[in-house]
Nanobody, 111 residues
Framework: QVRLVESGGGLVQPGGSLRLSCAAS????????MAWYRQAPGKQRELVAG???????NYADSVKGRFTISRDNGKSTVYLQMNSLKADDTAVYYC?????WGQGTQVTVSS
């Protein structure tokens, strides 16, 4: 069955960096579009970044220039490099493929 397993979250100071990973299995990764979403306490889940099977990317305005989504088809993994993190980036980050979701990884930005 489809599995999406996120990792790499944690506590980081404002201005710091984290790289999230999402290891995928149970489907042909290289032909699927992938995305990262996040959900902060009391807020709706929102799209952070997406990457097509061909490598085209799109980003939420709030993260443009700070976050980079990428994929490694050989490892069936999608990444989210997050730089210049802000307190507003605090959320649970989820990996998504079609209607499949991972369990999420917590990112907390705080001094």
């Amino acid at each position: 069955q489809v599995r999406l397993v996120e990792s790499g979250g944690g506590l980081v100071q404002p201005g710091g960096s984290l790289r999230l990973s999402c290891a995928a299995s149970g489907f042909t990764f290289r032909i699927n579009d992938m995305a990262w979403y996040r959900q902060a306490p009391g807020k709706q889940r929102e799209l952070v970044a997406g990457i097509t099977s061909g490598g085209r990317t799109n980003y939420a305005d709030s993260v443009k220039g700070r976050f980079t989504i990428s994929r490694d088809n050989g490892k069936s993994t999608v990444y989210l490099q997050m730089n210049s993190l802000k307190a507003d980036d605090t959320a649970v980050y989820y990996c998504k493929r079609r209607d499949n979701w991972g369990q999420g990884t917590q990112v907390t930005v705080s001094s």
